[in-house]
């Protein structure tokens, strides 16, 4: 059975879509808009606003002119308006789903239930945010003085996100900024423009005035780096490869903007001979293939304990066997497709390369034909026999291809397991509590998942250390992030 798409989304789709600045619609200033894909089908959904640098300063102009009221507004009048675009969001739920649904190709189970809920429960967790923003008085080594601290909005932000979690990522930067009294500008990832349209509706629709959150579509050559060049933008928050986030920290350097990035990963899921050998290989499972691969914290690499290695191997390649792949809108997919023909050509050139360099193919490695022939579908895939400094065991594929690697001991798997330059997350399957708390602790990772995988919370900070990306989302230290301390003397 499929979905039926709503009325609401046809309507939406059917409409030419511009770009959101200080509360209006309208077009590029150069005229040009590009087309958004439907990964499942390969045809194009809408045609969007191709935004470029003479945008991005208009977006920065308009976010500008609305700092200052912004800023000045009261902590619970802020509180409110966030709630009521949460309120909102709730209201348009399937509809924001349907949108997330087609124009990158997730099951819309997932973009209703898991993708929906966590957006919104970001939104209102950074809501009750501003009423709680405080400063500190410090105790000086003088009886002359009375010092303390103010914490300042910085002014305006730039959101530049991926495409893999469009409303997520969106709310994720969106919540914070705004909460402190800054005003956005956000770009949205090329592949999937439209749900970020749609939220910056509703945002103006729920009160926030004009101007606070801007979204200008376009491309990340173009109106991405213009935003990371423009002297008017005060921090960017960048969701993304770390390819782009270099490039994007070097640019912003210039003007000395703060800069948060959250980049790739490759991620090791470590399973012990002690742990619930079943639980661990459904975890594995939806730590690889959840989001078809595409998601910045998949568990990519798989270490296996010999002692259960073949056990745990069976498991996992029995259960990822029994996954249903197939278009967002049919209500029993698992997983959708790839977002584009150049994601589907990637990941099949490292499966290509990973056979070729001999390792063993266990399960999946084919597009999928047939009915679904026109998407970017791609079997859930396999490797055991990967040597550690295979292309396909080292690399971020951002598809559905798990390396699974047996492994020793404790050192053997630490060292292994650290050994990437990257270090976004980490997973542990044991029930020996001091070996679970002394990795955790060895691992290098920004999150480690003990005895579970990819869970997140709006309260739990969040981001990784070496090419992951520096500085964290989430949390309360967030606030830190998207404010300016300012030390206030007072001579008595
Ligand atoms: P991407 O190519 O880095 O794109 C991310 C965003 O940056 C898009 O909006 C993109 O615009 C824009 N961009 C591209 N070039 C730019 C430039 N020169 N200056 C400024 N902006 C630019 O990444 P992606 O392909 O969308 O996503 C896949 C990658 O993101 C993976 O490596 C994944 O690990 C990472 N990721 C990380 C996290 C995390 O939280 N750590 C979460 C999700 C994804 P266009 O869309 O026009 O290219
Ligand atoms: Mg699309």
Redesign the pocket.
């Known amino acids: 059975m499929m979905h039926e798409i709503l009325p609401e989304v046809r309507a939406f789709l059917a409409r030419a879509q511009k770009l959101l600045i200080g509360g209006e619609h309208v077009p590029a200033a150069s005229g040009d808009t590009f087309e958004t894909l439907d990964p499942a089908t390969g045809l194009a959904l809408a045609r969007v606003a191709a935004g470029d640098a003479e945008d991005i300063a208009r977006a920065v102009q308009a976010a500008r002119t609305a700092f200052p009221a912004w800023a000045a507004l009261m902590p619970a009048e802020r509180e409110r308006l966030l709630h009521r675009l949460a309120d909102l969001m709730e209201a348009h739920r399937a509809e924001l789903a349907q949108l997330e649904t087609l124009d990158n190709g997730k099951p819309y189970r997932v973009a209703f239930n898991v993708e929906m809920n966590v957006a919104i429960g970001q939104l209102r967790y950074y809501a009750g945010w501003p009423t709680k923003l405080t400063g500190e008085t410090y105790a000086v080594s003088s009886p002359d003085f009375h010092v303390y601290t103010r914490r300042e909005p910085l002014g305006v932000c730039a959101a530049?996100?991926?495409?893999?979690?469009s409303i997520v990522?969106a709310t994720q930067k969106i919540g914070p900024a705004l909460a402190c009294g800054n005003t956005l500008v956000l770009?949205?990832?090329?592949?999937?423009p439209l749900a970020a349209l749609r939220l910056g509706e509703l945002a103006l629709e729920a009160g926030i005035p004009p101007g606070v959150l801007n979204v200008v579509t376009?491309?990340?050559?173009?109106?991405?780096?213009a935003?990371?060049r423009h002297p008017g933008v005060d921090k960017i928050a960048?969701?993304?490869?770390?390819?782009?986030?270099r490039?994007?920290a070097a640019?912003a350097a210039a003007t000395l903007k703060h800069v948060s990035?959250?980049?790739?990963?490759k991620s090791p899921l470590i399973i012990w001979d002690d742990a619930d050998l079943e639980a661990a290989a459904e975890a594995a499972v939806w730590a690889i293939f959840s989001n078809s691969g595409?998601?910045?914290?998949?568990g990519s690499r798989l270490y296996v304990h010999t002692k259960v290695y073949d056990r745990v191997l069976e498991a996992v390649v029995k259960r990822t066997r029994q996954l249903n792949v197939g278009p967002g809108l049919a209500e029993d997919s698992d997983l959708g497709p790839l977002?584009s023909q150049a994601?589907l050509d990637r990941a099949l050139g490292f499966v290509e390369r990973g056979a070729l360099e001999g390792a063993a193919l266990r399960t999946g490695g084919h597009r999928l034909g047939g009915a679904l022939g026109a998407g970017y579908f791609l079997e859930p895939t396999i490797f055991d026999g990967v040597a550690d400094d295979m292309a396909v065991g080292a690399a971020?594929i951002?598809g559905p291809v798990l390396s699974v690697f047996a492994f020793e001991d404790e050192d053997d798997v630490v060292r292994r397991a650290n050994a990437s330059p990257f270090g976004?997350a980490a997973g542990l399957w044991t029930n020996h509590l001091a070996r679970a708390h002394r990795m955790a602790a060895r691992l290098r990772a920004g999150v480690v998942w003990i005895n579970t995988y990819d869970w997140f919370d709006p309260a739990v900070p969040?981001?990784?250390v070496g090419q992951?990306?520096y500085g964290r989302?989430l949390g309360s230290q967030v606030m830190g992030m998207y404010t300016e301390l300012k030390s206030v003397w007072v001579k008595l």
């Open positions: 530049i996100t991926p495409w893999n979690y990522m770009k949205p990832a090329e592949q999937t376009g491309l990340g050559e173009t109106a991405g780096a935003l990371s960048f969701t993304g490869s770390t390819e782009v986030g490039t994007i640019t990035l959250e980049l790739g990963g595409q998601n910045c914290v998949a977002i994601q971020e951002f976004l969040f981001g990784g992951s990306g989302e």
